[in-house]
Structures are given as structure tokens and as C-alpha cells.
């Protein structure tokens, strides 16, 4: 975990800092800053056209959204806020998102991910404890109806 906090928060900052300055250097101040604004306006524009498309009302009323629609929509919306951030890592990867087969290549190898992470066995499965229950877990109330009320919550009158 500290791992990936590092590269988060010290890396790749650093990565980005070294980014603008060397496309500063290669093509000047205005044209780097243009580009980042550039990128940031296509990422809400990515937003506010592309990203939640698939998860409109009508889709939900039908109740035909798929798992695949839902992780494309949801990279969408990544690969918007990507290109918003300030930065040519960020935008190099939401422009890489951008692109239907590599969206499409990002959600088959999240899922196989996830499918790996579920396979493995957790540690209570590992010691062999049973549960009392082999079924889902119900949350409820209840009221004891044998001690003077009836099903409605009422006392009994005798």
C-alpha cells in the first residue's frame, strides 16, 4: 500500500512536473499551456457528452443496462477526468481510454482481475471454520408478540 501512495503522491507528480517542462522546452510556454487547456476542455466536454450516455433513464427504465456498458461508461467517465487533470501523463492515459478497443481491453482485463481476486481463498476460509448459516444474512425487526401485544403492535385485551 505504501507502494502505490508513493508513486501516487511523490512519482508520478514528479513525472508530470518533468512532462511540462520538457514540452515547455520543445514547443514554448503559450503552446504548453494551450494544450493543457485544450485537454481540460475536451475532458468536460468527454463528460458531459460520452460518459454517462450508455446509463441514461431510458436504458434504466428498460432494464437492459450490461455489466460491459456499465465498466465502458464508468472508463468514460475516468478518461474525462483524466484529460480534465492537468498534466500529459494524465491526458496520454484518458486519450488511450478514449479509444473504443483499448476501453473495451481496460474492462476484459479488470474483470479477469476481479475474477482472480475472488478466487483466492480468504483467511477464515483457510481455517476451516464452519458458519451456523449457510445462506444470506437478514436484517430485520421484530416484536414479541407473545408477551401481551398482537401483530400489530397492540396490547391484547383480555
Known sequence: MTQVLLILFVIFPVAEITMFRLVDLAIGLWPTVFLVVVTGVSGILV???AG?????????AK????LQDMVEATLMVVSGLLLVTPGFLTDALGLFLLIPSMRRTTAVLLAQRRKKHEDQPTPSDDAGESHATSGPAIDGEYRDISAGYDRNGQTRSC
Not at 454517462?52 to 436504458?59: E, G, I, Q
Open 47 to 49: 463528460l458531459n457528452r
Open 52 to 60: 454517462l450516455a450508455p446509463l441514461d433513464s431510458r436504458t434504466w
Open 63 to 66: 432494464n437492459t443496462i450490461s
